[in-house]
């Protein structure tokens, strides 16, 4: 569909939801707001997990000149939380139940030339008919407009779905036979569909066309197969996309056009692994779920996008995107940078009545239509997350995802054990790792390692092999703080360490996920009791826990060298005194290390960890027994090929000595609701985050930007995060950020956002 404007700009919100109002088009006592929104801004953490559980109203009001009032118009919703009605000029258009799926309404026959008010009445209570809820659920699901809303002004005919549909057929070659969903408002009629695929540069790989029979409604229409060649094949190591372009013509007028970013690539999970253009990989990924700080899901473009950069840049090949269907902008970054995708739809254990049952099956049709161009999904999670064998609807699921993509297979994840497998994949999630390896204060060092990850067919009860794959480990099994005890920092570093080892060499599997990425909002039912869980190798701010340098470290040290201590070296924090022993994170040779004025030698990778390319190294000797010793300064020197490569000094006395501010973007848009991520560190004289300095920072800002959420923050484990947002002015300016640490001497730091009209 072309000639999409984005509408996410001057709307109207209240709370609660007055048909009268719709009536009188009234947005009178409405707060004027941009999307995406959230119902309400949360604290970040100690909230009721009601608090966004409301009715509320969206209003947006619009013109139209006679001559676009006379063309088909249709809204589209990215994303709105829970369920909404629509209503223009008074009178009900439709709804839509269902936070994670996008919809559609044409609205032609309401609206009119001249001025137009558009209505939401949206539900964000938890309601039993639509999945996930039912039950209890493990994250909250938050409320609001939070994605993009689009209007399309189109022809009588218009083009609203592509599926790129295609065969590998050699190394550069392809068969090509894409699927377009075409609307024809009008008679029957013969009309061309004209085809370009090229690459990001505008270098044409293809160019067809064809005759094509449009009969009036809604149909589906496969173009002929084709040959393409002088493909360069999609791969998480060179991820080529490329940009296919469809015009539909009726007598050589243009009715519509629509684009999409596709790859070419071959995906197939067997029982001996997971293979991408006939390679094996091991999939290595986090679960992630969607959440911010205070606004919940209602953060755009730039946010999403920076989620999938930080887990490629930790490592991760894979992302599950748990538990539903996510941001498209997410998703094309996955595809952009290389990162597998497991999408599935929203649900968590429980199953609901027939109600729910028909939007889980709506789901599995939105998710595929709306995303099965990108090339880095490689299956389709069709059960609802973690629920119980219901053949009858697993069969359906299954079934209507296999029809729509017969190109991908379909996984369902359980973990239920002797589960009926529907899906092409069983996905397990296996929490059986209860550590023990480590010598962890408190994994009970010493221990005899217990069972780190399940056999595939002690799981499946399959007397064969079958594809087979780990969505889930970790997770509340071992729920860690950014201010935890070090011994439970370093033994979820560990217990990571351990699994990922185990799960390279696994040779009846295609990887393993872990849970999770980023700590999350959760109901009182789950987590710390604050409503977070403090699942993630990353806290909601995105701020590392040691458990992310073991996958990072894993790069080659050609990529970046790292060397990280998972430790603050202070002698009365672990449970038995003294600093040892401790981890190194690291993906050099071995490390030196120098402790009370003195070489203790040098350490090398543990076995601990063999499967690893880059093992943590652990060092544990006895120099503490010097208890009535002085602390001294020290540190460590990684090696390489023999040589030093990487250092990390630490203090006898480290202290309080400045704070230290991260500004990751500049340039932020003027024409939407931009966002740029700043990450405070409070450090000491060497720059070491002071993990438990409880201090607050303030933040200030000039021009047309503004904090999201408080303005006074309190570090968590030291350091914290902030976003801004963009005043949409769409005017070309500058806005200036200022954060302060009140009480303290250091002066304040100022950072300058450049804001640019698109
Ligand atoms: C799983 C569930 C996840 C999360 C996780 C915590 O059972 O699928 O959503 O709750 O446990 O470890």
């Known amino acids: 569909m072309k000639g999409k404007i984005r509408w996410n700009l001057n709307w109207y919100f209240c709370e609660g939801f007055d048909r009268d109002r719709v009536e009188r088009a009234s947005v009178e006592g409405m707060e004027p707001i941009h999307l995406p929104h959230q119902v309400r801004t949360l604290t970040y953490n100690c909230f009721s997990h009601d608090e966004t559980q409301m009715i509320s109203t969206y209003a947006r009001k619009f013109s139209l000149s006679g001559e676009e009032a006379a063309r088909r118009t249709v809204v589209e919703f990215d994303g709105v939380m829970t369920y909404f009605d629509l209503y223009v000029n008074g009178r009900l258009v439709g709804s839509h139940k269902g936070g994670y799926s996008r919809s559609r309404f044409e609205i032609s026959s309401y609206v009119r030339a001249g001025g137009n008010t558009l209505y939401l009445m949206v539900d964000s209570n ?4 639509i999945p996930p809820f039912g039950c209890v659920i493990d994250y909250l699901t938050f409320g609001g407009v939070y994605r993009d809303v689009n209007l399309y002004s189109l022809e009588d005919t218009f083009l609203t779905d592509v599926l790129f549909r295609y065969d590998m057929t050699g190394e550069d070659t392809a068969e090509v036979y894409p699927e377009f969903y075409v609307d024809n408002g009008g008679g029957a009629f013969t009309g061309e569909i004209a085809c370009t695929v090229a690459d990001r540069e505008g270098r ?34 060179n991820p080529q996309m ?20 596709i790859g070419f690539r071959t995906m197939e999970c067997r029982a001996s692994g997971m293979y991408v253009n006939g390679r094996r990989i091991v999939l290595v990924g986090m679960d992630r779920h969607q959440s911010y700080p205070y606004v919940g899901y209602s953060i755009g473009r730039r946010a999403q996008r920076a989620d999938a950069d930080l887990l490629r840049q930790y ?75 219901d053949d009858e609807l697993y069969t359906r699921t299954n079934a209507l995802a296999h029809e729509l993509d017969p190109s991908r297979a379909t996984g369902g994840v359980r973990y239920l054990t002797n589960s009926h497998l529907l899906e092409d994949v069983y ?14 204060a408190s994994s009970g060092g010493g221990k005899d390692l217990k069972q780190v990850l399940r056999y595939q067919q002690e799981v499946t009860g399959l007397p064969y092999k079958v594809p087979y794959l780990v969505t889930e480990y970790m997770g509340h099994t071992y729920p860690v703080k950014p201010f935890d005890n070090e011994s439970l920092r370093d ?158 000094c630490f203090l006898r006395d480290p202290h309080l000595d400045g704070f230290a501010v991260v500004q990751d973007d500049t340039l932020i848009s003027s024409s939407e609701v931009d966002t740029a991520r700043f990450e405070v ?12 300095y409880n201090g607050v920072i303030e933040v200030e800002t000039e021009g047309d930007v503004e904090v999201i959420g408080p303005r006074f923050l309190a570090p968590v484990g030291g350091r914290v995060a902030f976003w801004v947002k963009s005043i949409p002015t769409g005017k070309d300016g500058t806005a200036t950020v200022r954060v302060k640490a009140p009480a303290l001497e250091y002066p304040p730091q100022e950072f300058t956002l450049h804001l640019r009209k698109d």
């Open 681 to 692: 560190s409070f450090v000491d004289q060497l720059g070491h985050p002071c993990v438990f």
């Open 315 to 389: 490592g991760m090949n894979t992302v599950r995107t748990s538990h539903y269907m996510q941001s498209q902008y997410f998703l094309d970054r996955c595809d952009e940078i290389g990162l597998m995708v497991f999408e599935e739809i929203p649900g968590w254990q429980h199953i609901g009545g027939e109600d729910f049952k028909q939007v889980v099956m709506e789901d599995v049709r939105s998710m595929i239509v709306t995303d099965f161009n990108h090339p880095g999904i490689f299956i389709w999670g069709v059960r609802l997350n973690e629920s119980a064998d």
């Open 242 to 261: 490329y940009v296919v372009r469809a015009v539909l013509t009726r007598e050589g007028r243009e009715l519509d056009a629509i684009e999409d970013d």
């Open 427 to 440: 996905t397990m999630n296996d929490f059986c790792h209860a550590g023990g390896g480590g010598s962890g």
């Open 126 to 129: 938890e309601r039993g008919d």
């Open 491 to 648: 033994e979820h570093a560990r217990r990571h360490a351990e699994i990922l080892a185990r799960s390279l060499m696994k040779t009846d599997s295609l990887g393993a996920i872990g849970w999770c990425a980023f700590d999350y909002n959760t109901h009182g039912d789950y987590g710390a009791g604050d409503k977070i869980c403090y699942h993630g190798i990353f806290d909601m701010f995105r701020i590392p826990k040691y458990a992310a340098y073991v996958y990072r470290t894993q790069k080659s040290p050609e990529e970046e060298i790292l060397m990280i201590p998972a430790t603050g070296f202070a002698r009365g924090e672990k449970a038995l005194y003294g600093v040892m022993p401790f981890l190194v994170l690291t993906n050099c040779d071995y490390i030196e290390v120098f402790m009370y004025g003195k070489s203790l030698g040098c350490f090398f990778p543990s076995d601990k960890f063999f499967g690893l390319p880059h093992p943590p190294i652990e060092v544990d000797v006895d120099v503490d027994a010097l208890w009535n010793a002085v602390w001294q300064d020290g540190k460590i020197v990684g090696y390489l090929d023999g040589r030093p490569v990487a250092e990390y």
């Open 204 to 237: 044409e790989l293809a160019c067809f066309r064809q005759t094509v029979s449009v009969e009036s409604g809604r149909r589906s229409i496969t173009l002929d197969r084709r040959k393409v060649g002088g493909i360069v094949r999609w791969d998480p190591e």
